[in-house]
Nanobody, 122 residues
Framework: QVQLVESGGGSVQAGGSLRLSCVVF????????MGWFRQAPGKEREGVAA????????YYADSVKGRFTISQDNAKNTLYLQMNSLKPEDTAMYYC???????????????WGRGTQVTVSS
């Protein structure tokens, strides 16, 4: 049973920082893609960042390039998202996901966490 558990969300003022974490349990398929997605009220879920656990490319949405950094600690089966220079438009529920094909397409990911809320006030 694959489980992904996010943490680290919260409320912060614009310009502030947060670091999200996602621990993966039960994924035994070798290297795979891990990603962060977000969904704001009334909007579709969108890809934020992704990384292949076997090393190599990272992927970022244009809206977060230069502000967010995705990283991983394979020894801890943990994925991170460092979010700096946060803006009110970053407010959303953030989800961790795992899949075999790497990118920012929702359909490439098969396992999902329940999400952690990020709220950025102006």
């Amino acid at each position: 049973q694959v489980q992904l558990v996010e943490s680290g969300g919260g409320s912060v003022q614009a310009g502030g920082s947060l670091r999200l974490s996602c621990v993966v349990f039960g994924y035994t398929y070798g290297s795979y893609c891990m990603g962060w997605f977000r969904q704001a009220p009334g909007k579709e879920r969108e890809g934020v960042a992704a990384v292949y656990t076997g090393g190599g490319s990272t992927y970022y949405a244009d809206s977060v390039k230069g502000r967010f950094t995705i990283s991983q600690d394979n020894a801890k089966n943990t994925l991170y998202l460092q979010m700096n220079s946060l803006k009110p438009e970053d407010t959303a529920m953030y989800y961790c996901a795992a899949g075999f094909k790497c990118g920012l397409e929702i359909t490439d990911f098969h396992y999902w966490g329940r999400g952690t809320q990020v709220t950025v006030s102006s």
